[in-house]
Nanobody
Framework: QVQLVESGGGLVQAGGSLRLSCAAS????????MAWFRQAPGKEREFVAA???????YYSDSVKGRFTISRDNAKDAVYLQMNSLKPEDTAVYYC?????WGSGITYPNWYNYWGQGTQVTVSS
Protein backbone atom coordinates (compact mmCIF):
# COMPACT_ATOMS: atom_id res chain seq x y z
CA GLN A 1 0.00 0.00 0.00
CA VAL A 2 1.37 3.37 -1.05
CA GLN A 3 1.47 5.97 1.70
CA LEU A 4 2.61 9.56 1.94
CA VAL A 5 2.90 10.84 5.50
CA GLU A 6 3.44 14.52 6.25
CA SER A 7 4.86 15.96 9.44
CA GLY A 8 6.25 19.22 10.76
CA GLY A 9 3.19 21.44 10.82
CA GLY A 10 2.30 23.62 13.77
CA LEU A 11 1.65 27.10 15.07
CA VAL A 12 4.18 29.83 14.33
CA GLN A 13 4.23 33.61 14.50
CA ALA A 14 4.37 35.71 11.37
CA GLY A 15 7.94 35.96 10.12
CA GLY A 16 8.84 32.58 11.53
CA SER A 17 9.82 29.33 9.83
CA LEU A 18 8.66 25.75 9.61
CA ARG A 19 9.96 22.71 7.78
CA LEU A 20 7.49 20.16 6.50
CA SER A 21 8.48 16.60 5.70
CA CYS A 22 6.77 13.96 3.60
CA ALA A 23 7.86 10.33 3.78
CA ALA A 24 6.78 7.86 1.12
CA SER A 25 6.37 4.14 1.51
CA UNK A 26 5.02 1.32 -0.62
CA UNK A 27 6.73 2.49 -3.82
CA UNK A 28 9.60 4.68 -4.89
CA UNK A 29 8.96 8.23 -6.04
CA UNK A 30 12.50 8.95 -7.15
CA UNK A 31 11.43 9.20 -10.79
CA UNK A 32 8.18 11.02 -10.08
CA UNK A 33 7.11 14.56 -9.50
CA MET A 34 6.58 15.38 -5.84
CA ALA A 35 4.64 18.45 -4.86
CA TRP A 36 3.13 20.40 -2.02
CA PHE A 37 -0.38 21.80 -2.11
CA ARG A 38 -2.34 23.65 0.53
CA GLN A 39 -5.97 24.26 1.33
CA ALA A 40 -7.33 26.99 3.55
CA PRO A 41 -10.86 26.81 5.02
CA GLY A 42 -13.47 27.57 2.38
CA LYS A 43 -10.92 27.65 -0.43
CA GLU A 44 -9.84 25.27 -3.15
CA ARG A 45 -6.66 23.27 -2.89
CA GLU A 46 -3.84 25.30 -4.41
CA PHE A 47 -0.42 24.47 -5.75
CA VAL A 48 2.59 25.51 -3.66
CA ALA A 49 5.74 23.88 -5.05
CA ALA A 50 6.94 20.89 -7.05
CA UNK A 51 10.16 18.99 -7.64
CA UNK A 52 10.94 16.61 -10.49
CA UNK A 53 13.87 14.92 -12.20
CA UNK A 54 16.12 15.49 -9.19
CA UNK A 55 16.79 19.21 -9.30
CA UNK A 56 13.98 20.90 -11.22
CA UNK A 57 11.63 22.95 -9.09
CA TYR A 58 8.68 25.26 -9.58
CA TYR A 59 6.87 27.54 -7.14
CA SER A 60 3.66 29.46 -7.00
CA ASP A 61 4.14 33.21 -7.11
CA SER A 62 2.76 33.55 -3.59
CA VAL A 63 5.61 31.54 -2.04
CA LYS A 64 8.48 32.14 -4.44
CA GLY A 65 11.54 33.39 -2.58
CA ARG A 66 10.19 32.27 0.81
CA PHE A 67 9.64 28.53 0.42
CA THR A 68 12.10 25.88 -0.78
CA ILE A 69 11.21 22.37 -1.87
CA SER A 70 13.84 19.66 -1.67
CA ARG A 71 13.93 15.90 -1.79
CA ASP A 72 16.01 12.98 -0.69
CA ASN A 73 15.47 10.21 -3.21
CA ALA A 74 17.44 7.73 -1.13
CA LYS A 75 14.87 8.15 1.63
CA ASP A 76 11.90 8.71 -0.70
CA ALA A 77 11.22 11.94 1.13
CA VAL A 78 10.35 15.49 0.13
CA TYR A 79 10.60 18.60 2.26
CA LEU A 80 9.22 22.11 2.27
CA GLN A 81 11.24 24.76 4.07
CA MET A 82 8.96 27.71 4.77
CA ASN A 83 10.52 31.02 5.81
CA SER A 84 9.07 34.47 6.38
CA LEU A 85 5.67 32.95 7.02
CA LYS A 86 2.59 35.12 6.72
CA PRO A 87 -0.91 34.68 8.19
CA GLU A 88 -2.20 34.00 4.67
CA ASP A 89 0.01 30.90 4.56
CA THR A 90 -2.30 29.30 7.13
CA ALA A 91 -3.71 26.11 5.63
CA VAL A 92 -3.55 22.36 5.65
CA TYR A 93 -0.50 21.37 3.62
CA TYR A 94 -0.58 18.21 1.53
CA CYS A 95 2.18 16.19 -0.08
CA UNK A 96 1.41 14.67 -3.47
CA UNK A 97 3.19 12.42 -5.94
CA UNK A 98 2.65 11.28 -9.50
CA UNK A 99 4.00 10.80 -13.00
CA UNK A 100 3.27 14.35 -14.09
CA TRP A 101 5.30 16.75 -16.16
CA GLY A 102 5.03 20.20 -17.63
CA SER A 103 2.12 22.48 -16.84
CA GLY A 104 0.20 19.61 -15.26
CA ILE A 105 2.27 19.78 -12.10
CA THR A 106 0.10 22.60 -10.74
CA TYR A 107 -3.18 20.69 -11.07
CA PRO A 108 -4.12 18.61 -8.00
CA ASN A 109 -6.43 16.31 -9.94
CA TRP A 110 -3.50 14.88 -11.92
CA TYR A 111 -1.73 13.48 -8.85
CA ASN A 112 -2.31 9.86 -7.92
CA TYR A 113 -0.98 9.82 -4.38
CA TRP A 114 -1.74 12.12 -1.45
CA GLY A 115 -0.83 12.42 2.18
CA GLN A 116 -3.32 13.10 4.95
CA GLY A 117 -2.20 16.71 5.41
CA THR A 118 -0.57 18.70 8.17
CA GLN A 119 -1.91 21.93 9.64
CA VAL A 120 0.15 25.10 9.45
CA THR A 121 -1.14 28.09 11.38
CA VAL A 122 0.59 31.46 11.22
CA SER A 123 -0.46 34.01 13.81
CA SER A 124 -0.16 37.75 13.28
Amino acid sequence: QVQLVESGGGLVQAGGSLRLSCAASGRTFSGSTMAWFRQAPGKEREFVAASWRGSSTYYSDSVKGRFTISRDNAKDAVYLQMNSLKPEDTAVYYCAGGQIWGSGITYPNWYNYWGQGTQVTVSS
